[in-house]
């Protein structure tokens, strides 16, 4: 299969809030409190998508996955409880969502090796994300692609487990 990996258009934020609400709803099945506080919301997406920061995966055409893909841009990460691995550039991803009938078939893994490409184009080698301490699939996909444990943050009040991987310079 191949995967198409770009910026999403304003058009497909409502396709994009469907593959969210999916994934809240999977957060709220399997008792996860990630999510189920009104965030994300339709609104957030289209901020995403303005700012230039909301990215797609994409095959034959239809909108498979989605998260927003920021560089040096999460202020929570500077109070961070626990140390980061550099403190240099870094790329920070939130939002992760993949559609209900693409679940475990990969997507989540090629939207990680998409992101590491996309921070090696714009000469990054960090990776900075965070996760609810309950998000057993977010976690479980950290620790199977390299990302290590630095401690934690907080969003609305909530503390979450932050990790960063740190890629390597391709040779040139």
Known sequence: MSYNFRKATISEAPQIWVILQQAIQRRKE?????WQDGYPNPEVVAQD??????????????IIAYSAILINDEPEYARIEGQWLTNSDFVVFHRVAVAESFL????????FAFIEE??????????????NYDNMAMLTLLKNTG????GEVYFR???RKAFEKVLTKLPS
């Open 49 to 62: 998508i303005k700012k230039g920061v909301g990215y797609v995966i994409t095959l034959e055409g239809n």
């Open 157 to 159: 009040g909530s503390p």
């Open 118 to 131: 996309f921070t090696l184009h714009n000469n990054i080698y960090s990776i900075k994300v965070d996760t």
């Open 30 to 34: 399997e008792g996860s409190l990630q």
């Open 147 to 150: 990302y290590t444990y630095c």
């Open 104 to 111: 475990g078939k990969g997507i989540a893994k090629a939207l």
